[in-house]
Structure formats: structure tokens, C-alpha cells
């Protein structure tokens, strides 16, 4: 009895003298995934204001062929030049998916991203045994103030036979506009994987690891290490266009032009360090600028969407538009396409395909959809 | 002839049967009443009288002591000691365990309560009516994990952490206990629960239900 009161005794003082560590539960601020620390250099272009910096994860997208093959020697060389430099971005260049996280930069170019989640599994290319996410830390200027870098979309309006609005992955404004962003990209770790000539690494990248790792053509960088698994900074001298060129046609893909520029490093060795714009002597493929690194893509699978002429003539103000063969990789097509570019002032480049006679996916569809080639509208240009 | 004779025949050979099963069955009636290893008997579930001392044990559950939500189980057990023929007084001590997760962790408590108790009783037959008081602490030992850290490669303190406290607790059960045979009892007691969380009141319920010893 004389121990049963002791122990009760215990409990009762125990009680009083509650407390040792403390308890989170489920609550408590989240610890960061990863973090990475960032220093942009150089001076921002005037009328910058509200600068941040976001960890923007890359989109598997191939560029339309349009862009990449030689133009036909049948067609108006300046007309498809034209068309071309108005509405194809870098065919080797980073397509955002998603904006993963935000961070202010500071005063001296400095920052630190922390990102409180993995990439998911849309974001990664290959199957659970091995995959991999890349991503581009890009410094911009938050013009609408919401904090998050604005994604658009490029802009096909009804009457181009586009979607409408509403049917985009684009993140937008925040405004409910999906094709225009007025948030401006002033500099990236990667822009593109085209090598600078001048020196400039320009693809420097984040990368996500689970499993093994397997070369492919997801941004690729033949020649350098493996990214270590889990979260990674890597960079790359870039290939040249011509070794693109090259290893297209073998079916492979080009291997970086330095390999001496080849890093594989953990997020903790250093901040990524990147400059303000494009290094001068970087041969643009196409693309416009740094600002195609607020574009987003709306095709999941890439694949060109070819529409139907209407009855009407299309608005042609402020777009460029060409008749161009339709590109083939094989023997020459005799198909005509009306080419039209986006709008000088929209957001993002984008062309829109008119074909005479076929389907969405294209003049070779076996049974056309619709057929104008016998009775074209009256303003078919081709 | 042969017509008749055959259900004369057959009531015969019935009755024989049957008197054989009577006599079968009485004799393995005294055979089994003549069984000195038998499980039950006329005593097995006669109510007897018992000593002071109360031992209990069984499955636990309850709101957890710290997390939001959910039910954590376990076990607990308890001594008691009747004191006079209304009053006991004892200590009791359980533990549970509860995991649950939010987007960024995922949380395992384990909560051992310790208690110092008493109570006011009434027997009514094999019944046993009880209310019991319980004061003392509840230590939780608290393990998080974050959520993604190990494909993320973390390690160490970001990954997962542990730390243990001591809460001020109590609660208030009804207890219900039934004498089954000789000193065994089935019990089953529930109530509301009190603990202080970083100063904070946390109202809670436990639910025990189990077997008690009463030699």
C-alpha cells in the first residue's frame, strides 16, 4: 500500500513538473527541401523595380518544324525569314513549365530560394526507376506585384482558329489573362544550350534526380557527369548549332562543345551566378530574348495544330504571315501552309498553320477533315 | 400375411434402437458427471468475495494528447485498492501511439499517461459502477519526418527530429466492471480528458475496455 501511494505521489509531481522540449505536431515552420543561393551580377536595365527571382522547372517541348528545317528553295526567302524570326523561339532554348518558388533579390543581386517541395512527376522525364527535372533560376521584374513570375501562353485567338481563352497551362498574370504576362525576365542561369562563343556559360541549371540516370534528349548535356541524385547544380558549355545540326540527322544528341565547363555540384558549394540579359556574342536561334522565359507552351505532346481556313480573312494587323511548303524531313511536300505569326506586342512567339486541306494534325491525314483546295476563300493568299 | 407382419417388424427394431440411445447416452452422462479435470462446474461462475486489490489491463484509445486529430491507440492498465466499500484509490499508466501527416510532415506520437487515481465505486451484484478521477502527466514522445526530405536527399535534424514533453493531464471515466468467474472481471471504462498544451487547456476523450484481476 505504502508503494502504491509512492507511485501515485510520483504521477501527481511529475505532473507539475511537466515539460521538457517542445512540441510541433504538425504545425511549425516547414523545414526547405533545398535552398539555393543566387547572385546576379551586373547592373539591372533601367526602370527595373520590383526584382525576384524564381526556380522555374523546364518543360519537355519540341520545336515546331517550321523552324528548324531549311527553307524551301520554292518559297519567298525573306517572306519565311520574316515569319520565322516573328513567331519560332529558340529551338534549343529552356521551355518553363511551372513556377516552383519565388524569392526577392536583394539590393547587392543576392538571393535564397528555398523550395518546400519536390518536383512532380509531370515535371520529370523518364519512368520511376530513373528520372529527371531541370530547372532555371530566373531573375525578373515583378511587375504586377504579385510575388510569382507570370507564365503566358502564346496568344491564338478565336478568330485564328486558337482555343479562346481558358484553354491553356500557361499560369498567366494572375489576371485571368493566360496569353499576356507582365511580369518581364530581365536574366537566367539557363537560357539555352546553344554554346557562346564568347565564354559566357549560360546553361547553368537545377536539377532533379531520383533513380539512375539516362541520357536523353530532355536538355541534354552529352559528354558532362551525371547529375548526382537528388537536388543538383549543373552547368555546360553548350553545344553549337552546327553539332545540333549533326547529331539530328544521326539520331543522337550533340555533345557539349567544352567540356571543361562541365560542373556537377551540390546546392550548398555556392550560389548560381548568372548576369542580366544575353551575353553579346551568343548566337540567337530565333528567339527574341530572355522574355520567351516567361513562355510556356500549351501542347503537351508538341505537336503542330493545323486549322482551317475561314471564310473571312484573319486580322492581319501587327502579325507577319508567309506561304510556306509544308516542311518535310523527306522528300519535298507539294503542300502549301498560310503561315501567320503572332501579334509584335504579344507576350509570347507563336505561328498559326492554315492548310487548305486536311485535318488538325496535319495535310496528311487520309481522310481530310475539311477540303478548300478546290474552292479556296476568296482572300487565300497562297 | 407378409404385409402385415412388416410393420410389426419395424416398430420391433425402432424401440430396440431406441432403448439402446437412452442407455448410451446415460452412460456417457455419468461418465462425463464422474470427470474430475472438467473446465466448468456449479462454483465456476458463483460470485465470491474478493480481495481489496483491483489489477486491469487492456486496449486503449483516445484523442491525442498534442496532434489535432485522429485516434491513438494502445494499451494501459492500472492497480487499484479499494478503500471502505465506496472508495479506491490507485495508479493507472497506458500508452498510445498516433501518427498522422500534413503536407510537409509526417508525425508519430507516443503518448504514455501516467495517473494517479481515485474513485467512487458502487457494486450492485456482479456489476461494478464506478467513477474515477485521474490526475498526472502525459509524456509524449514526438517523432517528425519530413515529407519528401529522404528523395531529397536530407539528412540528420532536417530530416526527421524527436523531442518528448511532459503534459499536466487528467481525466474524469466511467468505469463499468463485471465479476465473470472466480477473481476475473471484464471492464470498460471511457470519459473525457483534460490536458495543458503550452498553456493552453486541450479537452480530449479515452476509452479503455479489458480484464480485471480481483483475487
Known amino acids: ?382 | 400375411m407378409r404385409s402385415r407382419l412388416r410393420p410389426v417388424i419395424l416398430r420391433c427394431v425402432t424401440r430396440r434402437y431406441a432403448t439402446l440411445a437412452f442407455v448410451a447416452l446415460g452412460v456417457s452422462a455419468s461418465s462425463a458427471y464422474a470427470d474430475s479435470g472438467r473446465m466448468i462446474d456449479d462454483d465456476t461462475f458463483a460470485l465470491s468475495s474478493h480481495g481489496p486489490y483491483l489489477v486491469d489491463a487492456g486496449l486503449l484509445a483516445g484523442l491525442p494528447a498534442a496532434l489535432p486529430s485522429g485516434i491513438t491507440t494502445g494499451i494501459g492498465a492500472g492497480l487499484m485498492r479499494e478503500c471502505g466499500c465506496r472508495f479506491g484509490y490507485g495508479v493507472r499508466a497506458s500508452w498510445s501511439t498516433e501518427t498522422a501527416s500534413s503536407i510537409t510532415w509526417t508525425v508519430t506520437h507516443w503518448d504514455t499517461r501516467l495517473r494517479a487515481v481515485g474513485e467512487v465505486r458502487y457494486d450492485a451484484g456482479r456489476g461494478m459502477l464506478a467513477l474515477r478521477l485521474g490526475a498526472g502527466t502525459t509524456i509524449v514522445h514526438e517523432h517528425r519526418v519530413r515529407n519528401q526530405g529522404m528523395r531529397a536527399g536530407l539528412t540528420g535534424s532536417a530530416l526527421e527530429d524527436s523531442t518528448t514533453d511532459a503534459l499536466p493531464a487528467g481525466e474524469l471515466e466511467a468505469v463499468v466492471g463485471l465479476h465473470i468467474t472466480g477473481p476475473w472481471l471484464a471492464m470498460i471504462s471511457a470519459g473525457p480528458s483534460l490536458e495543458i498544451l503550452d498553456g493552453d487547456f486541450r479537452g480530449g476523450w479515452v476509452a479503455q475496455i479489458g480484464v480485471g484481476w480481483q483475487p
Open chain 1, 1 to 382: 500500500m505504502a508503494t502504491l501511494k509512492s507511485i501515485a505521489l510520483v504521477a501527481v509531481v511529475g505532473s507539475l513538473g511537466a515539460g521538457c522540449g517542445k512540441l510541433h505536431g504538425l504545425g511549425g515552420a516547414p523545414t526547405p527541401l533545398v535552398s539555393f543561393d543566387v547572385a546576379v551580377t551586373g547592373t539591372p536595365p533601367a526602370g527595373a523595380g520590383d526584382l525576384d527571382v524564381a526556380l522555374v522547372w523546364g518543360r519537355q517541348w519540341l520545336i515546331e518544324p517550321l523552324c528548324i528545317v531549311p527553307i524551301d528553295a520554292r518559297d519567298d526567302m525573306t517572306a519565311v525569314t520574316a515569319v520565322k524570326l516573328a513567331g519560332c523561339r529558340d529551338p534549343f532554348g529552356f521551355i518553363p513549365a511551372r513556377v516552383a518558388a519565388n524569392a526577392p533579390l536583394n539590393p547587392d543581386g543576392t538571393a535564397t530560394i528555398d523550395l518546400f517541395a519536390l518536383p512532380s512527376a509531370d515535371l520529370m522525364v523518364g519512368d520511376l526507376t530513373a528520372r529527371v527535372a531541370y530547372a532555371s533560376l530566373v531573375v525578373y521584374d515583378d511587375k504586377n506585384g504579385d510575388g510569382t513570375l507570370g507564365l503566358a501562353i502564346p496568344f491564338r485567338p478565336a478568330d485564328f482558329g486558337g482555343m479562346g481563352s481558358g484553354a491553356g497551362s500557361g499560369s498567366g498574370s494572375g489576371s485571368g489573362d493566360l496569353f499576356h504576362t507582365p511580369d518581364e525576365v530581365l536574366g537566367a542561369s539557363f537560357i539555352t544550350m546553344v554554346n557562346d562563343p564568347g565564354g559566357a556559360v549560360i546553361d547553368q541549371r537545377i536539377a532533379y534526380r531520383e533513380g539512375a540516370f539516362l541520357t536523353t534528349g530532355f536538355y541534354p548535356r552529352a559528354g558532362c557527369g551525371d547529375p548526382p541524385p537528388a537536388f543538383s547544380v549543373l552547368a555546360a558549355s553548350g553545344f553549337t548549332i552546327a553539332d545540333a545540326g549533326s547529331a539530328t540527322m544521326m539520331g543522337t544528341v550533340p555533345q557539349e562543345a567544352d567540356l571543361s565547363q562541365c560542373v556537377q555540384r551540390t546546392p550548398e558549394s555556392g550560389p548560381v551566378t548568372f548576369g542580366y540579359g544575353l551575353p553579346a556574342d551568343l548566337p540567337l536561334v530565333l528567339s527574341r530574348d530572355v522574355k520567351e522565359l516567361a513562355c510556356t507552351e500549351r501542347t503537351t505532346d508538341s505537336t503542330v495544330r493545323y486549322r482551317e481556313p475561314p471564310a473571312d480573312m484573319p486580322d492581319l494587323t501587327n502579325r507577319t504571315s508567309a506561304c510556306v511548303h509544308y516542311p518535310s524531313f523527306g522528300d519535298p511536300s507539294d503542300v502549301i501552309e498560310f503561315v501567320v505569326s503572332g501579334r509584335s506586342d504579344d507576350s509570347c512567339v507563336g505561328l498559326t498553320h492554315y492548310i487548305l486541306k486536311g485535318c488538325r494534325e496535319g495535310p496528311d491525314c487520309g481522310t481530310p477533315d475539311w477540303d478548300h483546295s478546290l474552292a479556296p476563300p476568296s482572300w487565300w493568299p497562297c
